[in-house]
């Protein structure tokens, strides 16, 4: 019988990095401009539409903030945010844009809804305003400027501006890394430093609470009906009943996922989030999940995020 190998280590201001990698696959990603009078009220937009879409697994869709953005960074010269939102197919987010656009972003007062990816390819853009025109019962107007085509619908406070239809890229989910701490808030202020860091990293979002998550989950389940369950090896209240991976002294583990446009652009928040979470005390590791390579083919290596190697 063969002797299972102990992991190897890597060092950050004195904390254990595993070495080991965070396994994310493909998906379809868009990014949507929202601009209102004032930053509370685009940001009100965002906050709605980006509800209930932490996980692909049951929420069928990923979204979360990227950043706010200036007047002079938007299409009509108003504060706005920058929202990314992603699915594993192009149908599922093209129903999911223009169900929370229609539900979230149209009915928030004095916002409109702009194309962030305007050079995306013209065959794989999904519809918004081409959806949601139907709502001016009518009496919605059309407006092209240059190459893009915008719709004008009527609505109690004046008009909703809205793209006809947005670009659409193949991007990535699933980035992450899991943080170690000795008790629970030695754990969740490492986690919260992180994303603090992460967040400061464009074409990237953290999609889960605060960007945290503290229920992870593995493949599978005792139960066939679930694609997922509780992540055991990681939950401290089931060190005696599981084969756990908490080193000694671990109380308490929170995970961050990363879903971003490009593969560079998550390496980046991972290795910010990395030496953030690295530089506090009372982190007893920090690792990855994957799922030996099986599940996507994007592998994030932690050594690679190390200054110096």
Not at 125 to 135: C, E, K, N, S, Y
């Amino acid at each position: 019988m063969t002797a299972t190998a102990e992991p190897t280590h890597f060092q950050i201001n004195g904390v254990n990095v595993e070495d080991t990698f965070a396994e994310a696959f493909p998906v379809t990603g868009t990014r949507l401009i929202i601009t209102a009078e004032n930053h509370r009220w685009a940001q009100t937009a965002a906050d709605e539409f980006c509800g209930f879409a932490t996980s692909v697994i049951a929420c069928k869709v990923e979204a979360a903030t990227e950043r706010q953005l200036s007047a002079v960074e938007t299409p009509d010269g108003r504060p706005g945010v920058a929202v990314l939102i992603f699915a594993f197919g192009r149908d599922d987010l093209a129903k999911a844009v223009a169900d929370r656009v229609g539900q979230c972003v149209l009915t928030c007062p004095t916002t409109a809804c702009y194309d962030g990816l305007p050079g995306g390819e013209k065959e794989r853009r999904i519809p918004i305003g081409a959806a949601l025109r139907f709502f001016g019962d009518g009496n919605q107007i059309a407006k092209k400027l240059g190459d893009r085509r915008f719709w004008r619908i009527p609505v109690m406070d004046g008009e909703f501006v809205c793209e006809d239809k947005i670009g659409t890229l193949t991007g990535i989910g699933g980035g992450n890394l899991l943080i170690c701490g000795v008790d629970q808030a030695a754990a969740l202020n490492a986690a919260d430093m992180a994303v603090t860091a992460m967040r400061q990293v464009a074409d990237t979002i953290l999609p889960f609470p605060g960007g945290i998550v503290r229920s992870g989950s593995k493949v599978g389940s005792i139960y066939k009906k679930l694609p997922a369950s509780t992540n055991d090896a990681y939950c401290p209240t089931l060190r005696a009943r599981t084969k756990s991976a908490l080193p000694e002294g671990t109380e308490a583990v929170y995970e961050i996922v990363i879903d971003g446009l490009t593969f560079e652009a998550i390496q980046q928040s991972m290795k910010a989030g990395l030496h953030a979470a690295a530089g506090c005390e009372g982190v007893t590791l920090i690792t990855a999940g994957n799922y030996g390579g099986k599940l996507g083919k994007h592998h994030f290596h932690l050594k690679d995020l190390i200054d110096g190697r």
